[in-house]
């Protein structure tokens, strides 16, 4: 872990990967340092934003003793079902791809519950972890210039749904109506929630 001074009120801590990344956040979230506001996590890094005039030498010190352990069960969160029309224009390529086919897919997808592990490029976008490692492809080797909102897709180890219309290269299994952002509540997917997806006709 190495833990690097960002701003004056602000604290980066870089990690090896993703599960060190929810052990860390989790870990400091259960029982936050003195001064600590908000935990942001991302794929190899978690930020610690802290209370201007934090002594950020003891948040360091705080963080460096937490007991963060990889691969732990997470905790409680609450818990988010999002309905699917599993329709989308790649859900055939990703049968093939995964050796599933296209019900299997919708199975493997909707069989496992999968967690929001950080925010990502467009407010509401969250990137969901933890789900059915036979559905890791890679993403589209040409990105599309436009993919509709509501768009659920897939990339590498990750899921995710698009919040709003915009470019994109995950591979498009399905969609929902589901709103992912608002101004008056913020993201519907929270880092550390459980996800559940579940097929809808």
Request: net charge negative.
């Amino acid at each position: 872990m190495k833990v690097l001074p960002c701003g004056d009120a602000g604290l980066l801590v870089e990690v090896d990967g993703l599960p060190e990344v929810l052990a860390l956040a989790d870990a400091v979230r259960a029982a936050p340092p003195d001064g600590v506001l908000d935990v942001v996590a991302a794929a190899r890094t978690v930020l610690l934003c802290v209370r201007p005039g934090t002594d950020l030498a003891a948040v360091r010190r705080a963080v460096l003793e937490l007991d963060v352990q990889p691969g732990a069960a997470p905790p409680d969160g609450e818990r988010v079902e999002i309905g699917v029309v599993y329709d989308g224009p790649d859900l055939e390529e990703v049968g093939e791809l995964t050796g599933l086919g296209a019900d299997g897919v919708v199975a493997a997808h909707t069989g496992t519950p999968w967690r929001a592990a950080f925010g990502g490029f467009a407010p509401g976008f969250a990137y969901l972890v933890g789900g059915d490692p036979r559905l890791e492809v890679a993403r589209r080797s040409e990105s599309r210039t436009s993919v509709p909102a509501g768009s659920v897709g897939l990339a590498g180890e990750f899921s995710g749904i698009y919040p709003r219309s915009s470019p994109g290269g995950w591979q498009l299994i399905g969609r929902t109506g589901a709103e992912l952002w608002n101004l008056d509540r913020g993201a519907l997917l929270q880092p550390g929630c459980t996800v559940v997806f579940r097929e809808i006709r």
